[in-house]
């Protein structure tokens, strides 16, 4: 199965390391990530679990929800909880599904056969209140992931869902914005007063919508 942009993402309920979780009901009205990894004891899926605990603050400020799964049971997800403590210094701070039947993994077409038909690829999904998946990232299985994006990408997505505005090219909060195109000029000039700088008729920039408060958090 493969899981599009735009799509509901598909409801489970799966054993975790906090328990079962029925996973539309936990999300509640939050924003979520969904992150796999290949397999429990894996150095590279360590870093990234540590980081991931370390950012959970920041996942939080966002209102986004944070859950890790892997193919393996629950007794091996907390051994491999007191590695990650040992070994990176951050425990564990939000759940790990215990994928062992793999139902979730397919369900969300996480196993690439022609990678390794056993074990998970390394896949991100972002999904929004509504329940809609808004990105899917896919990493090959020798490389971490960067969480700082993840994060950068939510930035964006809450940004653009709350005004009519696009993010360029490694955009960060609090930089300049681009007016979407199909805001005609006589609609932009209500939604944005003080106007913008327009480098042709389809690229428009404004400042940052969400104010200066914003680029200092």
């Not at 959970?56 to 400020?61: A, Q, V």
């Not at 209102?63 to 491999?80: F, M, N, P, Q, Y």
């Not at 990678?115 to 896919?138: N, S, Y």
């Not at 950068?152 to 930089?175: C, H, M, Y």
Request: charged share 20%; hydrophobic share 40%; glycine share 6%.
């Amino acid at each position: 199965m493969s899981i599009q942009l735009g799509q509901i993402a598909p409801d489970f309920t799966q054993e975790s390391s906090e328990g079962p979780i029925s996973f539309h009901a936990w999300l509640g009205q939050s924003w979520g990530v969904l992150f796999s990894h290949p397999k429990d004891f894996t150095p590279v899926c360590t870093t990234e679990l540590a980081e991931a605990a370390r950012l959970k603050p920041e996942f939080d400020r966002r209102g986004v929800k944070i859950i890790g799964l892997s193919v393996d049971t629950g007794e091996r997800h907390a051994g491999w909880a007191a590695d990650i403590a040992e070994t990176q210094g951050q425990a564990l701070n939000f759940p790990v599904i215990a994928d062992a039947d793999r139902s979730v993994s397919t369900l969300y077409g996480m196993i690439h056969p022609e990678a390794d038909p056993t074990v998970t690829v390394r896949t991100v999904f972002v999904i929004d209140p509504a329940k809609k998946v808004r990105l899917t990232l896919t990493y090959p299985p020798a490389t971490g992931r960067n969480f700082t994006e993840v994060l950068r990408v939510i930035d964006s997505l809450q940004l653009t869902d709350a005004f009519k505005v696009a993010t360029p090219v490694n955009w960060q909060p609090g930089e300049e914005v681009i007016i979407v195109p199909s805001l005609s000029d006589e609609e932009a000039a209500k939604r944005f007063p003080n106007g913008w700088n327009a480098l042709k008729p389809y690229l428009r920039l404004v400042p940052d919508p969400s104010g200066p408060k914003k680029a200092a958090e």
